[in-house]
């Protein structure tokens, strides 16, 4: 089952597996039968639509003879109470001497169990027991009794195993909690040379952002001659970009430890359409996206007194011999270029000045991310 999920217009992600909820149905079953044993044959009573799923589950579990009936309330629009708790569909079965025991999927602020208590309060029953799978305790406003409760959580919208949004995910196995915060995940762009490196340093510690540099992947693998290291160093030191299936794998497990940080900032990848579009589907189906792209805008030939001087410091050979160089920007221009009209067309394409000091540059890179 996936980590994140889509339903309409809102994104969810796993918060409940399927196993512990089993855990939870057996438990309560047991406890019901340990207050009732055999001396009776108490109904069950399902509220429509949400416990259909934890109904069927729990009756398989009960170890006794048992009937099972539904009521049908509703009390939600989306992902809102409404606080008005109708009636729709009633019971039929005579429940004179008879113990009822209600099985509720959630009670949150105990509106609709204030209404179950209401529906059964004038009827000849022997006693009025409830059990509820999930259980709010921080907005729960009724002073009203909770015999058994499965499983205790925060006040979050949730999905799944018979809960739904606006219809849809009660058939899904596992719980899902409702995304509140997206991450601001952003591609810093630019020619190499361009000072992405540097305004990365200052950027992810002042927006708390997770840098993940194309460059650094690649030189821990290739310091640490890993197999796709010792690939992507063949590429680099002739100036090649490295291909995209080699970028794309090493960037996504980099991706993938990072999912729960306040975002990412992309430095050096993706430097295709290709790998872009990649990125965009994955980050989807965790539920984020790419808030924009920042693009350092540097003349050329400015750019290439840079590297050659970087080169006579940095010991990287790709930075010392103006034909290489040149060769990267070739690389560059014919590709990596590409993504200006990619996240152009998509409204996520911030120009910035690259000219002047690091500091100048720094404050009008946060002038447009503090605008996103």
């Known amino acids: 089952m996936k980590h994140t999920i889509r339903l309409h217009d809102k994104f969810f992600k796993k918060y409940i597996p399927h196993n512990k909820i089993k855990k939870a149905v057996k438990s309560i079953a047991n406890q019901v039968y340990n207050d009732l044993g055999d001396k009776e044959v108490p109904i069950f009573v399902g509220i429509l639509n949400g416990s259909f799923i934890f109904a069927a589950d729990f009756i398989r579990e009960y170890p006794a003879d048992c009937e099972v009936s539904f009521v049908k309330l509703a009390s939600y629009e989306g992902e809102n109470s409404t606080g008005q708790v109708h009636e729709l569909v009633g019971l039929s079965e005579d429940l004179t001497g008879r113990t009822v025991v209600i099985l509720?999927?959630?009670?949150?602020?105990?509106?609709t169990l204030a209404k179950i208590y209401d529906i059964f309060e004038h009827l000849p029953?022997?006693?009025?027991?409830?059990?509820?799978?999930?259980?709010?305790?921080?907005?729960?406003?009724?002073?009203?009794?909770?015999?058994?409760?499965?499983?205790?959580?925060?006040?979050?919208?949730i999905v799944g195993y018979g809960l739904d949004y606006n219809g849809l995910g009660r058939n899904l196995k596992s719980i899902y909690q409702i995304k509140a915060k997206t991450m601001k995940n952003i591609v810093l762009f630019g020619p190499p040379g361009a000072g992405k490196g540097t305004q990365a340093t200052s950027l992810k510690d002042y927006y708390n952002l997770v840098h993940i540099s194309?460059?650094?992947?690649?030189?821990?693998?290739?310091?640490?001659n890993t197999d796709l290291g010792l690939l992507a160093k063949s590429f680099m030191d002739i100036g090649d970009l490295v291909p995209d299936e080699l970028t794309i794998k090493m960037l996504k497990e980099e991706v993938k430890k990072n999912l729960d940080t306040a975002g990412i900032l992309f430095d050096g990848f993706p430097r295709t359409a290709l790998q872009a579009k990649v990125l965009d589907t994955f980050l989807t189906k965790k539920g984020e996206e790419i808030k924009a792209m920042v693009a350092l805008e540097v003349d050329e030939d400015e750019l290439i007194k840079r590297l050659l001087k970087r080169g006579k410091t940095s010991g990287r050979p790709d930075d010392q011999d103006e034909e290489k160089i040149r060769n990267r920007f070739d690389e560059y221009n014919t590709k990596t270029a590409i993504l200006k009209k990619f996240y152009k067309?998509?409204?996520?394409?911030?120009?910035?000045?690259?000219?002047?000091?690091?500091?100048?540059?720094?404050?009008?890179?946060?002038?447009?991310?503090?605008?996103?």
């Open 125 to 157: 029953i022997k006693q009025l027991k409830l059990a509820s799978l999930f259980f709010k305790p921080d907005i729960f406003k009724k002073s009203l009794h909770i015999d058994y409760i499965g499983i205790s959580i925060p006040d979050k919208f």
């Open 214 to 224: 194309t460059g650094d992947v690649f030189r821990y693998n290739i310091k640490n």
């Open 345 to 372: 067309a998509q409204g996520k394409y911030y120009g910035v000045n690259g000219m002047g000091s690091i500091e100048e540059i720094t404050e009008r890179l946060k002038k447009v991310i503090d605008k996103l």
């Open 104 to 111: 509720e999927d959630i009670i949150d602020t105990g509106n």
